[in-house]
């Protein structure tokens, strides 16, 4: 197998992006554990779920993904692209159901902090990936250019509520 890393038109950076993508469930995992006061590097916690993040983001950089032969004119999808919104999906919902039994024994700030990054995040998330899904079954580069308005939005919004109070009701941000 031959990486197909260096190609015209972007498809480098959109394998980055994607890579980069891989790990974020990963991250909001470690993010929910240090904000429950549970994460201990020590225990090898979540090394399935790096494990996951690892392949998801090297397939990303495999003709499997995006073949060498895709053009703009005629995109063509391999397995592993959707391989990848498929796994990336189990993570998000692996972690949203976590956070959702964690957060009942969780109460005050740990349990609101919970419910923003985490469900937000995964909410944000799956934007994204709805957006992919629709780029990739309409071929319209509109549903690309509103993923990073998207991500904007979740951190604006996560800003905003913490500089305008200390405490909050999280719902209205789900």
């Not at 904000?35 to 690892?54: E, F, H, K, S």
Request: some cysteine; aromatic content about 16%.
């Amino acid at each position: 197998l031959e990486l197909a890393i260096f190609q015209e038109d972007g498809l480098f950076w959109l394998r980055m992006a994607t890579m980069v993508g891989a790990f974020i469930p990963f991250h909001l995992w470690i993010t929910k554990e240090v904000v429950r006061g549970t994460y201990d590097i020590r225990r090898g916690q979540g090394w399935w779920m790096a494990a996951l993040g690892v392949f998801l983001g090297w397939i990303c950089f495999t003709e499997w993904f995006i073949p060498l032969h895709s053009t703009p004119e005629l995109r063509i999808r391999g397995w592993a692209y959707y391989t990848y919104i498929v796994g990336v999906i189990t993570l998000y919902v692996i972690l949203c159901v976590q956070t959702l039994f964690q957060a009942r024994s969780t109460s005050g700030v740990k349990k609101l902090e919970l419910q923003v990054l985490l469900l937000g995040g995964c909410a944000a998330c799956f934007a994204v990936i709805g957006l992919m899904v629709m780029n990739a079954i309409t071929h319209q580069s509109v549903y690309i250019h509103l993923q990073p308005i998207v991500v904007l939005g979740f951190y604006s919004g996560t800003a905003w509520a913490m500089i305008t109070s200390r405490i909050f009701d999280a719902r209205h941000f789900l």
